[in-house]
């Protein structure tokens, strides 16, 4: 990629890499602010860094993670794939797919730039809680950038949640019905809807919380704030969630060697499920005693109902199957693991009395980490180790993806298991020291010891990818000799109209199964 | 079709808070929108004709679109930062819309 492609390049490829390579920075970014956390973390006492910096440093941490890279990576997958797996040439809206990326970057760097002023970067937490985040809690041009830096990652990836939705809704290939598209393209539109309707309401608090700190009581106290925050802040956690679910239920057929199981329920369930996860957002608020908690508990507690749907159809995937166990789909099955916990704790803490209970402790960290870690980062490396061949035309090596998905488990596991016992012991998140009486030592030097690991996995992962780009093996159009969907029928990489001969008939969800199936038919009569 | 489902489902979502006697305004508010903009967009949506995945006509490049993300980035911090870098960012979105019109035509 040359320079003028890297600032003007339309091809929705090329996008969706410039922003997957930007999360992969910012990525990194976000993980060596963790180390530091964990570090100070690891004995009671102030050791690494002062409590203003700490504060800064998990605010920054939180913001990237979900502003800067989950969010991006789930979009840019679907930049990426969703054309090609609904028989498209291109994205609708290249030059609006362009302007996301751009406003996401743009955004990020304004966020980071807080570290360069003289109060240093917003220390407001993730959410920017009002009146935390005002002029006169956060004093400071950090707190102003963080705004600004949100307000424009967020509207770029609004963009493109438009060019997705648009490009389901406008450039499916022939024969190529909504029920017919694939799996992960379905999570893609739940991923969108959420997107298009609950983006613009951040955008919107954003703005008024600027407005506050200018002056003037703009929303007449937190609640509304929280109101408006967590009407994106519950629905994002599904945009980081859905289309790594479909990606990994695409890996799991085609490492199963089975057709995905109980389709129509499958899209049934996952309407329902985006409908739910935008009418979720008060159970953030069951303490403020301001929101009807009978309502969010009754909606989050029916998550489980389509969530268990998902389990259902990926289990039954794999029934039977000759399953392959590459790493691609062993990082799927610990994304199905992983965020079971994740999920099953978030069930536990829609309960009003529990939630009063967990509230702002490490419990809550851990649920958050188990379904961001669980739910988005397995996910994204199944997908990454899926995919990969097909985007670049080479294989990353399956002992370093296998030993990565080993270091990557044992790391998730060790470093946010514990985070459950220290909250249900008393712990209070977002504290950058705690008590030696306490006796939390041995647990906050375990999840230390775990989030090393992590950080460990992560420089496999990068070994993999350098090993592999030295000395390449490379990747025919089927990379996996089993694909089932419209990308795995064009070559690895896609030329720059997607396909350059005429597209498999579809027939299904799995239009290459069907040609295989058809082939094999024709065999047998012969 | 599926965002008239959708619109449909939080419809749903949104009278169900009526059993709910503790429900503010806000959250009536928050869920009627997104059922009532859905809807719009959905019957919008039903009008748009499909183009079977033909490519799209536009620039391999286009580097008026980054100045106009530069430009509007440039707006949003300038309204921390001054009326100066306002009025840049101002300058340069204009040059990026001029940009978009003359790779239009």
Not at chain 1, 186 to 196: D, G
Not at chain 1, 291 to 308: C, E, K
Not at chain 1, 322 to 345: K, Y
Not at chain 1, 358 to 379: E, K, P, T
Request: net charge neutral.
């Amino acid at each position: 990629m040359t320079l003028l492609d890297f600032v003007g390049g339309t091809d929705h490829k090329s996008v969706a890499k410039r922003i997957l390579a930007t999360a992969f920075a910012f990525m990194l970014a976000g993980g060596a602010m963790a180390m530091v956390i964990r570090s100070e973390l690891l004995a009671p006492g102030m050791q690494v860094t002062s409590v203003e910096t700490y504060n800064a440093l998990f605010t920054i941490h939180g913001s990237t993670m979900i502003y800067l890279v989950v969010t991006p990576v789930a979009l840019a997958l679907g930049l990426y794939f969703l054309p090609l797996q609904i028989g498209s040439a291109a994205a609708a809206g290249p030059r609006a797919a362009l302007l996301g990326y751009w406003l996401y970057a743009l955004g990020g760097l304004t966020m980071f730039s807080g570290f360069l002023t003289k109060g240093g970067a917003a220390k407001a937490a993730w959410p920017a809680f009002d009146p935390l985040a005002g002029a006169v809690h956060s004093p400071g041009s950090g707190m102003d950038l963080w705004i600004a830096g949100v307000f424009l990652a967020v509207a770029g990836t609004l963009v493109l949640g438009w060019c997705l939705l648009l490009t389901t809704l406008r450039k499916r290939a022939p024969g190529m019905t909504l029920l017919r598209m694939p799996v992960f393209t379905w999570t893609m539109v739940a991923t969108s809807l959420m997107v298009v309707f609950a983006f613009p309401v951040l955008l919107v608090a954003l703005a008024l919380l600027y407005a506050e700190r200018q002056g003037g009581d703009v929303m007449g106290g937190g609640v509304t704030y929280q109101h408006l925050f967590w009407f994106f802040g519950h629905p994002v956690v599904y945009v980081m969630f859905f289309p790594f679910l479909g990606a990994v239920l695409e890996v799991l057929a085609v490492f199963s060697g089975r057709r995905f199981f109980g389709y129509a329920a499958f899209v049934g369930s996952i309407l329902l499920f985006t409908s739910l996860s935008m009418s979720v957002w008060g159970h953030h608020m069951f303490t403020t005693d301001a929101v009807a908690n009978g309502y969010f508990a009754l909606t989050s507690t029916a998550l489980i109902v389509p969530a268990g749907v998902e389990y259902f159809d990926a289990i039954a995937t794999m029934w039977g199957g000759r399953i392959r166990a590459s790493a691609a789909f062993l990082f799927a099955v610990g994304f199905l693991v992983e965020f079971l916990i994740g999920g099953l704790s978030g069930i536990w803490v829609a309960s009003p009395p529990i939630d009063f209970h967990a509230n702002n402790s490490y419990v809550v960290v851990a649920h958050l980490h188990f379904v961001l870690v669980g739910g988005s980062l397995f996910g994204i490396f199944a997908a990454a180790y899926y995919w990969w061949p097909k985007v670049t035309g080479w294989f990353l090596r399956e002992s370093l993806g296998k030993l990565h998905f080993l270091l990557f488990a044992v790391g998730t596991n060790l470093t946010f298991l514990p985070q459950f016992v220290l909250g249900e012991d008393g712990m209070t998140r977002r504290i950058a020291d705690y008590p030696a009486s306490e006796g939390w030592e041995g647990l906050n030097v375990a999840s230390s010891i775990g989030a090393y690991v992590l950080g460990l996995s992560i420089v496999v992962f990068c070994v993999n990818i350098a090993v592999s780009w030295v000395v390449p093996r490379r990747a025919a159009g089927d990379a996996w000799g089993a694909g089932q969907t419209l990308e795995w029928a064009t070559t690895s990489p896609p030329p720059p109209a997607n396909f350059a001969g005429p597209l498999p008939e579809v027939r299904s969800y799995a239009p290459l199964w069907d040609a295989r199936e058809a082939d094999a038919r024709v065999e047998v009569a012969a | 079709m599926v965002l008239v489902a959708f619109a449909a489902l939080m419809a749903v979502h949104f009278a169900v808070t009526f059993a709910f006697p503790g429900a503010d305004l806000i959250t009536h508010l928050l869920l009627a929108g997104v059922a009532a903009a859905s809807l719009v967009v959905g019957l919008v949506a039903l009008t748009l004709r499909g183009d079977g995945g033909a490519p799209v006509a536009a620039p391999e490049l286009s580097f008026a679109t980054a100045l106009l993300a530069l430009g509007v980035a440039a707006v949003v911090v300038g309204a921390m930062a001054g009326r100066w870098l306002v009025l840049i960012g101002a300058g340069m979105a204009a040059f990026g819309v001029a940009g978009l019109v003359r790779e239009g035509r």
